[in-house]
């Protein structure tokens, strides 16, 4: 891992760093850094054609940081943000956005998208995560996923093949190829659908939820389209890692 740049403000810090060809951003509570010892760690995963600090991505990471104590990563997933994009996902994205503009299912091109990218998603945040893990104030401490809308679609198939992670808040996606990765999902849940979501139905929202096979999941269901997800949900999915997370902690 290689570290980039460093910024501190409002008690954050803030580090853009590059792993191979993966480029992330780590926040961490300002007076973290030289005091060696284990903290909570949140991977977050941004929308479709976002980024690692898209306006959503670093409001949370910043507010986590500062109020929550945690250490907050992103990255920019294959073909988006500073990564390059290949003709087979412009493919995909382009007709996805033509049958969507159309009112027209959607199914074959998420299905496609995921097959394209998850298993090479799942193995950078997997490597980013040991990485991250292996700074000194931070650790292996317990580990949270918030990702909704594409960064649940990549986060599903994660946190069902990644045992370090304790807890997950996701939604905004109900595509059926990922019923098979959300049965396998066994930790703490929080599910956040918009109940007028012009991109996702709302049925299979809900079939999605159905599917992750956790005993403790919660939905949280707001009115309002896909990029309407309110700010108290913000403020629910701080108050679930604090409980989740914080509370395994022990700080050395």
Same mark, same amino acid.
Request: proline share 6%; charged share 20%; hydrophobic share 40%.
């Given at each position: ?29 300002? #007076? ?72 027209? #299912? ?89 109940? #007028? ?56």
């Amino acid at each position: 891992m290689r570290f980039i740049s460093k910024t501190s403000s409002g008690g954050v810090t803030e580090q853009l760093f590059s792993l191979d060809e993966i480029p992330g951003v780590l926040w961490t509570p300002e #007076d973290a850094h030289g005091s060696p010892g284990t903290r909570p760690l949140i991977l977050m995963g941004h929308g479709g054609g976002q980024h690692k600090k898209a306006p959503g991505i670093l409001a949370r990471a910043r507010r986590f940081a500062a109020e929550g104590g945690f250490a907050v990563a992103a990255i920019d997933v294959p073909n988006h943000g500073e990564r390059p994009t290949d003709e087979e996902f412009d493919r995909i994205a382009t007709e996805y956005r033509a049958r969507r503009a159309a009112g027209e #299912d959607t199914a074959a091109q998420d299905t496609a998208m995921y097959t394209l990218l998850a298993g090479r998603t799942v193995a950078e945040w997997q490597a980013v995560l040991t990485a991250v893990q292996r700074l000194d104030h931070i650790g292996g401490g317990p580990v949270g996923y918030w990702g909704v809308s594409l960064g649940c679609a990549f986060g599903i198939p994660f946190i069902a093949a990644e045992p370090r992670v304790r807890a997950a808040v996701l939604g905004l996606q109900g595509s059926p190829a990922l019923a098979g990765a959300a049965a396998r999902i066994t930790v703490p849940v929080r599910f956040l659908v918009q109940w #007028d979501d012009e991109q996702m139905p709302r049925a299979q929202s809900l079939a999605l939820f159905d599917a992750i096979g956790s005993t403790e999941k919660t939905l949280h269901a707001n009115p309002g389209k896909h990029g309407d997800l309110p700010r108290l949900e913000m403020d629910d999915s701080l108050r679930f890692f604090a409980r989740t997370l914080q509370a395994a902690t022990v700080y050395e």
